[in-house]
């Protein structure tokens, strides 16, 4: 069947109106990317420009003439950007196994155990998701103060080895295993802790995964906590190591050497966002999908 | 049977219950729920010494001092503006493009990658490209600087210059920190729309802004307001986006938070005074009591379902 010239001519203009759209929205959604990644292209640039042809430019050149790695030898030996590196990662390890250990059995209670005052227990763990970190953190601060733990790992760790959204989020997803693996494994004589490690967690696995590097991002980006602590640079984290080589690390003016040690810094989790985008943001969202 | 768990009988099905719940609730009650109890105590504490954990008595001066402190009162004006500015932009401005991203199908998912990034990279490390994309120095007056010369205006020092172009950096990178998080959210959310009620839409020959504003945003309010009220909360709560752009001594810049006066009042050069730091964050987080209760009731009004 023939179309009529109208309508194909209507089809036309409506086709052509939607091209328009399409890469007017193309345009401002490369637009938003640009302003994205244009610090990212701007440190990794200004990382590898020598420290005289940095100074130099009274322009700033988007390229690098004599494009060096010598910034980033320096950013490893002369300021402790390794020590940095090294303390994040013992605090990072030590914290997220800790806080796994803890809120596996929290949550492992809540989902699958039965007991006296757990559905007041519950709410009571609700009620201390609303509690903002800025207002228990300065009796934190005492405590470990007087503890003598200033300047030390276990007085960085303490304090965030619970989450009680973790707990959260692990016990609902406890809570989906069927009731009719739990009745089989204790017919079979199976201990309550035997099942958790043997049948919960794996089953449960991905959820795990999600948690844990939600952590280890939260914990390598922590800096408000470890700042109060610390103020031997011996066990300053990566935040806080940025934060003093800026102050006074290779001198103000070097900004190159700044910037090698930023994109040291801002790698590793970029990495591991690669790796795990999907899990990374997927749990990121259940954040927003929990109120 | 319930689905939350299996009964067991008596005082062992108890015990382990508890037993499992130890290490969490050791660490809430010693980390949250003592503390939470104790700022309160902290902030009535007048002339506490830290030192010898002595105070003089007890009343509301720790308030009244913190009150007139024009560090403080810095800090509430830095903060209003802040929120002020920040909250409506990045909303829009996710909302905006999380519509964008909905009506492609090619590179969306590179999109949303790249967009993510600032949710992951370390505030503090990121803060200094921003110092030095923004900063005028003598020998250079930087890239930004750049541009704006380009358009014809003159060059200004926003990192160590007028306090307007001060918060201006810390607005723009505030901005840039919050919208991954606001981007994904609202993505979620457009993409659970039920697509039959688009399709209902076109039928009915309903124009592209009515549909938006018929159908897409009151089926993603409940989100919006969600991220309105988390945004209030959050920007309230800035504070390290300042250190990364204008150093730790936030004071002298004179673009403290008041999470920043809270935590210069613990520590820092001024520190010492766990008192004033707890009066403090108590008004800090009373403002942002009232804010969330004015946003709900607002929420609550204007949506479709009482």
């Known amino acids: 069947m023939a179309k009529s010239q109208d309508i194909v001519k209507l089809e036309r203009t409506a086709k052509t109106k939607n091209a328009v759209f399409k890469t007017l929205m193309y345009i401002f959604l490369a637009f938003w990317g640009l302003v994205v990644l244009f610090p990212f292209y701007w440190m990794l640039l200004s990382s590898i420009k020598s420290y005289a042809s940095y100074m130099g430019e009274r322009l700033p050149k988007f390229y690098a003439s004599d494009p060096t790695f010598d910034n980033y030898i320096n950013a490893f030996t002369q300021v402790p950007l390794a020590k940095y590196f090294l303390n994040t990662l013992i605090f990072t390890v030590i914290t997220t196994l800790l806080m796994m250990l803890v809120i596996v059995f929290a949550a492992y209670a809540f989902a699958r155990l039965d007991f006296k005052g757990k559905s007041f227990l519950f709410v009571g763990f609700l009620a201390l998701m609303m509690i903002p970190n800025e207002l228990v953190i300065i009796t934190n601060f005492v405590t470990i103060t007087n503890m003598n733990l200033r300047n030390t790992f276990l007085g960085l760790i303490l304090p965030s080895v619970t989450s009680v959204f973790y707990i959260y989020l692990l016990k609902e997803n406890f809570e989906q295993v069927p009731d009719e693996l739990y009745y089989a494994a204790k017919v079979d004589g199976t201990s309550d802790l035997k099942y958790l490690f043997k049948v919960m967690i794996p089953i449960c696995r991905p959820t795990i995964i999600t948690v844990i590097i939600l952590k280890v991002i939260e914990c390598w980006n922590s800096y408000v906590w470890p700042r109060l602590i610390t103020d031997d640079a011996n066990y300053f984290l990566v935040s806080n190591g940025i934060q003093e080589i800026r102050e006074n690390g290779f001198g103000r003016d070097n900004i190159p050497a700044m910037m090698a040690a930023v994109v040291a810094v801002s790698l590793p989790l970029i990495i591991l966002f690669l790796v795990f985008r999907n899990k990374i943001m997927e749990g990121v969202s259940r954040e927003g999908t929990k109120g | ?306």
Do not use: H
Request: aromatic share 16%.
């Open chain 2, 1 to 306: 049977m319930t689905k939350s768990g299996v009964k067991r009988e008596g005082i062992m099905g108890t015990l382990s219950g508890w037993l499992y719940l130890a290490p969490a609730l050791a660490f809430l009650i010693f980390f949250m729920v003592y503390p939470l109890i104790d700022v309160f105590i902290y902030s009535f504490e007048e002339g506490y010494n830290s030192a010898s954990q002595t105070y003089f008595g007890i009343g509301g001066y720790n308030y009244s001092y913190v009150l007139r402190d024009p560090y403080f009162l810095q800090a509430v004006k830095n903060t209003f503006i802040l929120v002020i500015f920040t909250v409506p932009v990045s909303t829009i401005l996710s909302l905006l493009i999380s519509l964008a991203l909905n009506s492609i199908e090619k590179f969306k998912k590179l999109f949303q990658t790249i967009y993510f990034l600032p949710y992951v990279t370390n505030t503090l490390a990121v803060g200094l490209v921003f110092m030095i994309l923004f900063q005028k120095t003598p020998y250079t007056d930087g890239l930004i600087n750049l541009l704006i010369k380009a358009m014809g205006m003159s060059p200004v020092d926003f990192i160590e210059g007028p306090y307007w172009a001060k918060m201006f950096v810390l607005c723009v990178y505030v901005i840039w920190i919050v919208m991954p998080f606001k981007i994904l959210i609202l993505t979620s959310a457009l993409a659970s729309v039920n697509p039959v009620y688009y399709k209902a839409a076109k039928i009915d020959g309903a124009s592209k802004t009515r549909i938006f504003f018929k159908i897409t945003l009151p089926m993603i309010s409940p989100m919006i307001f969600y991220l309105v009220i988390t945004g209030f909360i959050g920007a309230f709560k800035a504070y390290s986006d300042a250190v990364a752009i204008f150093g730790v001594d936030l004071n002298a810049a004179g673009m403290n938070t008041m999470v920043g006066y809270v935590y210069d009042m613990l520590y820092c050069d001024g520190g010492g005074y766990p008192s004033y730091a707890s009066a403090a964050a108590i008004i800090l987080f009373a403002i942002v009591l009232t804010i969330t209760v004015i946003n709900l009731i607002v929420s609550k009004k204007t949506a479709p379902k009482g």
